[in-house]
């Protein structure tokens, strides 16, 4: 053949063509056998898949009627020496089981709408649901979209009991068998039945199980009185009963009632007549104040007790994927044993320290809380508070404060809103009436070693209910001068190269962020101040130029790592104010909320630990009845300060007891002591914060109305006779506070903070000046005192001297000598060097 130019592109073509064929073939084979391997695969796992659901299926506990029904076994809690001090059980939990026929048509209705619509019609799970729920999790990558029905959480809260879901395979494991079971039981019982065990189990908030409890902690009323508008509040916080919780987040809850309600709606269980009416009923004015009705329950947990139960139930939601109605199912009837930190001797002495009413000033008070609820004569129902009590008290000239002299003052003040009210033709349907004791108190006792809490007290006076109002752990208060050290004098010391002798002027001074100005609770100056002298005395000036040297940021971050979780980091705008507590008055605890007495003790347990700090815990561990540890709570510590930056701030609050503005928290003992006081300058809040060697301890009083008063002290006399009998009753040994290594001492000018100079500093018109200052290695002064200086006068002129002033006509004086940006008058005023002496001498010589 001729290989032309035609026939060589025609043979490239053949071969191309048959390469392609063979390439076809190749492939096709190819496809074939990756089809056969991918089908045995699938296959296999199907079979590997059947096999996993089978072996789950064969573990999968069977189930009856009775299986379902609400029971448990009690759950014990010890002290920190392994002695009995509460057992929990259904008897004592939340829960008051009440039959489908007293719970009304549309609290059931409400609870379908939002949790399971075709729970009439389906088998126990629900298809739609759970095909809806797998293309949410694939979507957001999470495995808890729901899809669960009523029947099949009835199950996971009765009958599955305490079994971890941290895992995948573990929440997988735990969804079959829902199925599984919930596909049995629709077999064996009633939806009525059902429905009624799932309305007296579910968790909604508060530490209230079932519907009956719920609807006396939150309106103060039998379940079968609940309104429409009621009954949607309480189907909205199933979902999450701390987030949808009404009385601490119900703008969160009233947008969930509102998907409720329209449910109702499109379901047709409800009228867009009744949807109207119900969503402009003003429940959530009420909810707050019901909430205070006391729980069934016969006797209160303590307030240790309370923020126990809380920690538990977190850490059971966070480290083993609980919900919160499997948490409290688990503490209330679980049978665990919680090995708690409270030592039993120090709880006792805090409680009866506490509530000796010898401690407190003449003038106890008492504060009203005060709810009725009315039935009017066109059928609807009305909820007033103290508020409106306290309206009808000024209408009248009853007097303008909800804080009575006694009990029996407040009691007829409401007897007479009462009948005014009935005046009206209204019915009472319900009343609760309380007062609490004023003024109250919080204690916090700390081991400073470990971060266990060994002691709470969250008021004095009667606890009438259980997870209530906790002072110590859940109310936050402005800190005063607590504050001082931890945010300014803190990482002065520890990070800015600042020491106890530092010396700043308390001078007249103004915020550099607000223009607004600074006074001392002492109402004057004091002049040229050492950083000791300010924690010692509680200068503020002092502490608002420190801070602002610092920088607020720098000091924001310092709190933060201390543990505090109240403050505000970022700015945020409401009715027109900005909030943020990254400011100048951080220094002197002037905070958009304020924080917990816990916090704030355990803040100071980490400089009594030598800088070290402890999330505090209120147990160590947590074990199921068959012997399991669930909870094991290690002791987790971090370096947040530099020890000798500890032992610094140590010495000096050492000084605030022993001569400075806590002299009234001395100890009995001769065991050493350091701490801190704080006032608002408001007098609503009094606090000291302190500790020995060996336990640290905060306590609060103030009233719950904020109100001023005069404390007498009382909150620093408390928290002495609490650490005194610690101290007796544990027999401790007196021992000193650790001193490092590396500390050492110089004698300095408290008016420079610089070396003393002899002769000089010593010679103040007022006194020595020198004192003896601890410093770390490297930062002792290397420069003497430029604040003071002596001048010879001549004894004729009272001048500067000349050379021709006799030598026996002269006589040596010492003065200050100011720097020029300070201003105003000050305790150093009358002792400044005058300005004449800088260009005259004397004039009779």
């Not at 009835?154 to 494991?173: A, Y």
């Not at 002792?780 to 003071?788: A, G, S």
Request: proline share 3%.
């Amino acid at each position: 053949m001729k290989y032309t130019k035609q026939n060589i592109q025609r043979k490239r073509s053949e071969l191309s063509s048959d390469k392609i064929r063979r390439n076809s073939s190749l492939s096709l084979f190819l496809i074939k056998y990756a089809l056969i391997i991918s089908i045995a695969f699938i296959v296999a796992a199907f079979g590997l898949g059947v096999g996993f659901v089978r072996g789950i299926l064969k573990t999968t506990p069977t189930i009856t009627k009775d299986s379902v029904h609400s029971k448990g076994y009690i759950t014990t809690i010890y002290d920190n020496k392994g002695n009995t001090v509460k057992t929990l059980s259904d008897h004592d939990s939340n829960r008051i089981y009440t039959p489908l026929s007293d719970i009304p048509e549309d609290l059931q209705n409400a609870f379908i709408a939002i949790e399971d619509e075709r729970f009439y019609s389906h088998n126990g799970i629900d298809l739609y649901s759970i095909i809806r729920a797998t293309f949410l999790g694939i979507k957001n990558k999470s495995l808890s979209q729901g899809g669960s029905t009523i029947t099949q959480q009835l199950i996971k809260n009765n009958v599955l009991g305490i079994q971890p879901e941290k895992t995948t395979i573990e929440r997988i494991e735990r969804k079959i068998k829902e199925q599984s079971l919930a596909l049995e039981l629709e077999k064996k019982a009633s939806k009525q039945y059902i429905l009624e065990e799932y309305l007296n189990a579910i968790n909604l908030g508060e530490g209230t199980l079932g519907v009956q409890t719920a609807s006396q902690k939150y309106f103060n009323k039998d379940v079968s009185d609940l309104t429409l508008s009621e009954c949607a509040v309480l189907a909205s916080i199933t979902k999450n009963p701390t987030r949808l919780n009404p009385i601490t987040h119900p703008e969160r809850n009233a947008s969930r009632r509102l998907i409720v309600l329209q449910n109702m709606v499109d379901q047709h269980y409800i009228t867009k007549k009744e949807y109207k009416e119900a969503i402009s009923d003003n429940v959530y004015t009420r909810i707050k104040k019901n909430a205070a009705k006391a729980s069934n329950q016969k006797k209160a947990n303590t307030y240790f007790e309370d923020a126990l139960i809380l920690q538990v139930v977190k850490d059971l939601k966070t480290q083993l994927g609980y919900d919160e109605t499997k948490a409290y199912n688990a503490i209330y009837s679980g049978g665990l044993k919680i090995y708690s930190t409270q030592d039993s001797e120090i709880q006792k002495i805090a409680d009866q320290t506490a509530n000796d009413a010898s401690n407190y000033p003449k003038d106890t008070k008492v504060a009203l809380t005060y709810t009725l609820t009315v039935r009017n004569a066109d059928n609807t129902d009305v909820t007033y508070s103290e508020n409106n009590v306290l309206t009808y008290m000024k209408e009248h000239q009853l007097g303008s404060s909800l804080i009575f002299p006694n009990e029996s003052k407040a009691k007829e003040v409401t007897l007479k809103f009462k009948e005014s009210i009935k005046r009206t033709g209204a019915t009472i349907i319900g009343e609760f009436f309380q007062t609490a004791i004023q003024p109250q108190v919080s204690i916090t006792v700390i081991n400073q070693s470990d971060g266990s809490v060994e002691a709470l007290v969250g008021g004095r006076g009667t606890k009438y209910s259980s997870l209530t109002l906790n002072r110590a752990t859940a109310t936050t208060r402005q800190p005063g001068s607590t504050f001082k050290t931890l945010s300014a004098f803190l990482p002065a010391l520890d990070q800015k190269d600042m020491t106890l002798a530092t010396v700043y002027d308390d001078a007249p001074y103004n915020y550099l962020d607000t223009n607004r100005p600074i006074r001392n609770y002492y109402k004057n100056y004091r002049g040229y101040s050492t950083i000791r002298s300010a924690i010692t005395d509680s200068m503020n000036v002092v502490a608002a130029k420190t801070i602002a040297d610092v920088t607020p940021k720098t000091a924001f971050e310092y709190l933060t790592n201390l543990g505090f979780t109240t403050l505000v980091s970022s700015q945020s705008t409401f009715e027109g104010t900005t909030y943020s507590d990254i400011n100048q008055s951080l220094a002197l605890g002037g905070l958009t909320y304020g924080v917990t007495n816990l916090e704030l003790t355990n803040a100071y347990a980490s400089i009594a630990n030598g800088g070290v700090y402890h999330t505090p815990k209120l147990y160590t561990r947590v074990v199921d009845q068959n012997g399991n540890v669930l909870l094991n709570n290690h002791t987790t510590s971090t370096r947040v300060m530099k020890e000798n930056t500890a032992f610094l701030l140590t010495s000096a609050m050492e000084d605030v007891i022993s001569k400075g503005t806590g002299k009234d928290a001395k100890l009995s003992s001769s065991m050493p002591s350091a701490g801190k006081s704080g006032t608002t300058t408001n007098n609503y809040d009094y606090w000291f914060s302190g500790y020995t060697p060996y336990h640290t301890a905060s306590v609060w009083m103030g009233y719950d109305l904020n109100t001023d008063f005069k404390s007498e002290n009382t909150h620093k006399k408390i928290w002495s006779k609490i650490m005194s009998q610690i101290i007796e009753k544990k027999d401790e040994k007196k021992t000193d506070f650790s001193r490092p290594a590396n500390i050492v001492t110089a004698k300095i000018c408290k008016k420079s903070g610089k070396l003393a100079i002899p002769g000089i500093c010593d010679h103040d018109p007022r006194g020595s000046m020198v004192v003896t200052e601890y410093f770390t290695k490297g930062t002792v002064p290397k420069q003497t005192c430029d604040t003071h200086v002596a001048i010879e006068l001549c004894k004729t002129s009272k001048q500067p001297v000349n050379d021709n002033c006799p030598k026996t006509g002269r006589t040596k004086k010492v003065y200050i000598v100011r720097k020029k940006n300070s201003r105003g008058k000050t305790a150093d005023t009358p002792y400044l060097l005058p300005k004449e002496y800088a260009s005259t001498t004397c004039s009779s010589h």
